[in-house]
């Protein structure tokens, strides 16, 4: 597997805040203060996840085991056909990607990215984007109207505009489109097959369109994602993570 899939890989969690769409008009106003969007709450998250990476040229498909201690860490190792490909460390400092294929390593600061992508990028906003929780906290200039079985919450960051479409029974996020006001970059994240994980409900099937645009055209990158297994609970898990010093840092 090649350096390109991992950074695909944290692309799955990264970009889930990079930009999207605009919608339609509203029809009917409604009070901020009266959306309350349903949150996933847990002191550890684990799961099991199949994940496919496709673009114009190929199509990659990996396993994940993904662990998370809330607002700590999140890990994630990667096997390809039974195989260990790799695996990522997320913390409140920076993300570090292994290779274990290439003998090679990838540390991002959230600083970087946050300018690569044009949007603050932190700890917070990735395990929000990963659990289908809200990843922008709310504010007093966001925009909250009703539009048939949906809640739409209008809300911008700089010049990323950003719609989640909340579902007006359940309250759950089932979309966010984002998008970069100054140019055709975007993003659209779709989160489906919600099922009970603890007391709340997690979304085990989700999909993530990043439209980009370069000098040969508009591009297009879609990574699926599709849990088999989730659950939250207060046991403490394990991080084992090591990078051998074999290993060249790109």
Same mark, same amino acid.
């Given at each position: 597997?090649?350096?390109?899939?991992?950074?695909?890989?944290?692309?799955?969690?990264?970009?889930?805040?990079?930009?999207? =769409?605009?919608?339609?008009?509203?029809?009917?106003? %409604?009070?901020?203060? /009266?959306?309350?969007? @349903?949150?996933?709450? $847990? !002191? #550890?998250?684990?799961?099991?996840?199949?994940?496919?990476?496709?673009?114009?040229?190929?199509?990659?498909?990996?396993?994940?085991?993904?662990?998370?201690?809330?607002?700590?860490?999140?890990?994630?190792?990667?096997?390809?056909?039974?195989?260990?490909?790799? =695996?990522?460390?997320?913390?409140?400092?920076?993300? %570090?990607?292994?290779? /274990?294929?290439?003998? @090679?390593?990838?540390? $991002? !600061? #959230?600083?970087?990215?946050?300018?690569?992508?044009?949007?603050?990028?932190?700890?917070?906003?990735?395990?929000?984007?990963?659990?289908?929780?809200?990843?922008?906290?709310?504010?007093?200039?966001?925009?909250?109207?009703?539009?048939?079985?949906?809640?739409?919450?209008?809300?911008?960051?700089?010049?990323?505009?950003?719609?989640?479409?909340?579902?007006?029974?359940?309250?759950?996020?089932?979309?966010?489109?984002?998008?970069?006001?100054?140019?055709?970059?975007?993003?659209?994240?779709?989160?489906?097959?919600?099922?009970?994980?603890?007391?709340?409900?997690?979304?085990?099937?989700?999909?993530?369109?990043?439209?980009?645009?370069?000098?040969?055209?508009?591009?297009?990158?879609?990574?699926?994602?599709?849990?088999?297994?989730?659950?939250?609970?207060?046991?403490?898990?394990?991080?084992?993570?090591?990078?051998?010093?074999?290993?060249?840092?790109?």
């Amino acid at each position: 597997m090649n350096k390109s899939l991992w950074f695909l890989a944290v692309t799955l969690i990264v970009l889930a805040t990079g930009c999207s =769409k605009k919608v339609t008009a509203p029809t009917v106003s %409604t009070p901020k203060t /009266t959306l309350n969007i @349903e949150e996933i709450d $847990f !002191d #550890y998250f684990q799961g099991k996840a199949r994940m496919i990476l496709r673009d114009a040229n190929k199509e990659r498909e990996v396993k994940a085991t993904i662990r998370v201690r809330k607002d700590s860490v999140i890990w994630m190792q990667f096997n390809v056909i039974g195989i260990q490909g790799g =695996k990522a460390l997320i913390n409140k400092d920076s993300i %570090t990607i292994v290779s /274990t294929v290439d003998k @090679e390593y990838y540390v $991002f !600061d #959230y600083a970087e990215l946050s300018k690569r992508f044009n949007f603050n990028i932190n700890y917070g906003v990735i395990q929000s984007a990963m659990l289908g929780n809200p990843i922008i906290a709310r504010s007093g200039s966001d925009q909250a109207v009703q539009e048939s079985s949906m809640y739409l919450l209008k809300q911008q960051v700089g010049t990323i505009n950003v719609v989640n479409y909340v579902n007006a029974a359940s309250m759950k996020i089932e979309k966010v489109e984002l998008k970069e006001g100054n140019s055709s970059n975007s993003l659209i994240v779709n989160y489906s097959n919600f099922q009970p994980v603890g007391d709340k409900v997690f979304p085990y099937n989700g999909t993530i369109n990043l439209f980009y645009k370069t000098l040969s055209g508009l591009l297009n990158t879609t990574i699926i994602f599709e849990y088999n297994k989730a659950e939250v609970g207060t046991r403490e898990l394990k991080f084992p993570f090591n990078i051998p010093k074999r290993y060249e840092r790109r």
